[in-house]
């Protein structure tokens, strides 16, 4: 089995670099590995070739997002891969640890769709940032992992996870073939729970290697630029909304909403990232996917925001009600 490695830049050359030479440390050849520069504007693509001449560096013609930027790498390593070879997409912004003979033996499972490292923090490696985590398919949340539940759920080196997170993801070319690669509407962020969930859909399960380990910033989302915000919260109502029976989604949805104007409640003293919530809950009202585009709020953006605090208490009890009146149906609780 080949592994090949995606890196994708965005005018961050610096990361990039020290990520691909952290996968270099752990025998991963140059030839293995692709850097995609996605229109970067600060030079980095000369910077990359100076630093890393040895590696292949491909430049979009515009800035993708992460999962078409990805998605972009990936097709160009498929034209040379052999069915049983596998790709890992990386985040410039990680390191690889050790454990590659850990991922390989992971990925030489037939029942395994995706695997994910365990993910430690760059500044405090002794912290462990992500371990495996799950859906809770009846509240439209995630739930990650503590020491005791990655224990439990662990077995021959792996952990069942049925999510895995996009620092680094890896999965073998059949899988891609049968399942595809990142939703490219999405544009960035929940890209990985999309995947995620089609891997569930179609029989797989998704796996943290153990042994395979990495460390990333694991940014917190007060640093985080506005337009996190949009991605997150539009990507948000797609992601449940996708997945979600019908019934449990129907109240699940009022929830969402209720968060969003809250969020925008709470980013009131920050006029982007406020203005990034709203356009995001009003984007994905009106089911619009791809890059960001300036929303005007109309109406229904004047009736939710005028004063989100109270339509946030309004929706959320009118969810309540909806989930009350909601009959309990065999696998309500589950993906659809």
């Known amino acids: 089995m080949n592994i090949y490695c995606v890196v994708l830049n965005w005018n961050d ?7 691909v030479k952290s996968l270099f440390d752990n025998g991963v050849a140059p030839e293995h590995v692709l850097i995609v520069d996605n229109a970067s504007t600060d030079g980095s693509a000369a910077c990359l070739r100076r630093e890393l001449p040895e590696v292949p560096l491909v430049v979009s013609p515009k800035n993708l997002g992460f999962a078409a930027g990805m998605n972009f790498g990936a097709r160009l390593i498929l034209e040379k891969c052999a069915a049983d070879d596998a790709i890992i997409f990386v985040n410039n912004d990680a390191l690889i640890v050790g454990g590659m003979a850990a991922l390989e033996a992971a990925l030489a499972r037939k029942d395994v769709g995706l695997v994910s490292p365990v993910i430690l923090h760059k500044e405090r490696p002794e912290d462990v940032h992500f371990q495996g985590s799950d859906y ?7 739930v990650f992992y503590d020491n005791e539940t990655a224990e439990r759920r662990k077995s021959d080196g792996l952990i069942d996870s049925p999510r895995v997170v996009g620092a680094a993801v890896a999965v ?7 399942v595809g690669l990142f939703d490219e509407s999405l544009f960035m962020y929940y890209e990985d729970d999309d995947l995620s969930a089609r891997s569930l859909r179609a ?12 460390a990333h910033t694991g940014k917190s989302s007060e640093d985080a630029p506005p337009h996190y915000y949009f991605y997150m919260k ?5 992601f449940w ?3 979600m029976t019908p019934g449990r989604w129907r109240w699940c949805r009022l929830k969402i909403l209720s968060e969003g104007c809250m969020n925008a409640y709470q980013w009131r003293a920050d006029p982007e990232r406020g203005k990034a919530v709203r356009e995001g809950v009003l984007s994905a009202l009106a089911r619009k996917t791809g ?8 109406l229904m953006g004047a009736v939710l925001f005028v004063n989100p605090r109270m339509t946030a208490w309004c929706v959320k009890t009118l969810g309540k009600i909806i989930k009350k009146l909601t009959p309990a149906t065999p696998g309500a609780g589950g993906m659809r």
Do not use: H, Q
């Open 241 to 243: 909304g996708r997945y």
């Open 203 to 214: 029989g797989y399960r998704n796996v943290v290697a153990s042994g395979f380990r990495i």
């Open 172 to 178: 073998r070319v059949d899988f891609i073939r049968k």
């Open 13 to 19: 050359w610096a990361s990039t670099a020290l990520c």
């Open 234 to 238: 539009r990507n948000e109502f797609y």
């Open 291 to 298: 890059f960001r585009e300036e929303i005007r709020p109309g």
């Open 136 to 142: 809770d398919w009846s509240r439209a949340e995630i």
